[in-house]
């Protein structure tokens, strides 16, 4: 079974949906203009300037273009829920998910306009965005807790998050220059100590004083069917990595000038995971399997279960604000991290990564189990 899910990602996309080449972006609603009676009428009361551009609904849906970061998997899960479901139809959108994979780049696919709306892996790419200038937003943080983690095996000894320093640790390119720079400045881990993780588990599965990289919703699933036994699992956000993840993206002219359809897509969005999360998850499960036949039920049902028990999507702010929910506190916190561990510039104005415009609602949050 394929490992592929830290960036890079390296299997291959398949399926009708990552065959298919993105849509233009911001396709608007098809609208007629007024009759000119219309606008002779308002003339009569001195309004026929301002409203001679506007136009009339047709009834029908939005066309929106959705960009993930990876093949279709359970880890996005509620925005194919949505899609399978009927719940963007319900709120006047025609979606259209555009997966990511090794030979694509959605969010630069979003910054150039062809896509309404992208996944971000993780807040420092918001952060990244604000340094080179691109014209993207943040509106909505689908996941609380970044899903990164550090897998050990049962016998290296491991009892606590800092044991970790001791042992061998295969990371990364992109980890070492993100999060393995947190860990340096918060827990004294040591660059001598890590190796190259290629994204092959087995130097860890034969190094059993070693520990890897992985998500806590994949990795440890497929390391326990081979070596069969269960992994030590750490994860980063339990320890203080407070990056939000699965991040929507969208440019800041669609926001600002669109910001009904944004709202409407953020919303029906958070529904999605509602339903995906504690609802029938089978309509969103039956697109993914079909869009990525590598997908197995098994992989699906650990990830489904490991985004509820580590209180993945739905904790933290999102326990009373609904799924999406951000915080300037939060923010400013994980900002701060990171420029103390050097991975970003302080000079960077990490506020405009994002806004607080379309989330906090409680949408949806009635869905939610009442315990």
Known sequence: MPFARPVPRTRPARGLLSRAAPRLAAQKLARTVLPALLLALFGLFGFAGALAAQTIDTGKPDKVTF?????????????YQALADGTYRKYGLDVTIVPGGPNSNNRLLLAVGKLDFAMAANSLQAFDAVAQDIPTLVVAAIFQKDPQVLIAHPSSGVARFEDLKRLTLFVSKEGMATYYKWLVAEYGFREDRVRPYTFNPQPFIADKMSAMQGYVTSEPFVISQVTRNRPLVFLLADHGFSAYSTLIETRRDTAENSPGLVQRFVDASIIGWYNYLYGDPTPGNTLIKREN????????????????????????DAKTLGIGAMSDRRMTRFFADMVRAGVIASSVDFRRAYTLRFVGKRVGIDLAPKN
């Open 67 to 79: 960009g993930t970061n990876w093949v279709a998997e359970p880890e996005h899960g509620g925005f």
């Open 293 to 316: 036949p590598e997908m197995t039920d098994a992989l699906i049902a650990y990830a489904i279960a490991r985004m509820k028990d580590q209180g993945i999507v739905d904790s933290g």
